[in-house]
């Protein structure tokens, strides 16, 4: 088997350029943050894998099919979820992810060129206060484009 070029795989990366990470704000210090999750929806052939990249966080779990697929503009696109494992602590009224903890994971060799260079992912994190919890998601759309 041939080892397959950059370009034969898709990346899935938090990059302070494009905005890709989490910031939650107006929190008091009796709020606690739990369950941050990312899910993406790739247009990869059926069976890709994802693997860390050498030297990225490892706080995030590697990505994993869920099963769920859709069809959008005639392309067929897989989700994928990755969940945080590390502590989510703040000081003051705001937690933004820290840079350290971006994740960057690599899939495994596609066939050829992905059909579309669109994709979709969002992000989702609870807020518990006392006995209430509430789930923030931050959805960046289908407007997203490898690059």
């Known amino acids: 088997m041939s080892a397959c070029s950059y370009h034969d795989r898709v990346y899935i990366q938090e ?3 494009q905005n890709s990470y989490l910031t ?3 929190l008091k210090s009796t709020y606690k943050l739990s369950n941050l999750a990312t899910h993406v929806w ?3 052939a059926k069976g890709t894998t994802f693997s860390r990249v050498t030297g990225g966080s490892t706080c995030w779990s590697v990505p994993t099919a869920t099963g769920a697929s859709q069809v959008r503009n005639g392309y067929t696109f897989y989700e994928y979820v990755t969940t945080y494992t590390c502590a989510i602590i703040f000081t003051g009224t705001s937690w933004t992810m820290p840079s350290t903890s971006f994740m960057n994971f ?3 060799c596609q066939p050829g060129a992905l059909p579309t260079a669109t994709y979709h992912y969002t992000q989702n994190i609870t807020v518990t206060s006392g006995a209430a919890s509430k789930v923030i998601t931050k959805d960046n759309g289908w407007a997203n484009a490898f690059h």
């Open 15 to 17: 990059l302070t350029s």
């Open 24 to 26: 939650v704000n107006n």
């Open 42 to 44: 790739l247009p990869v």
């Open 106 to 108: 690599v899939s495994s």
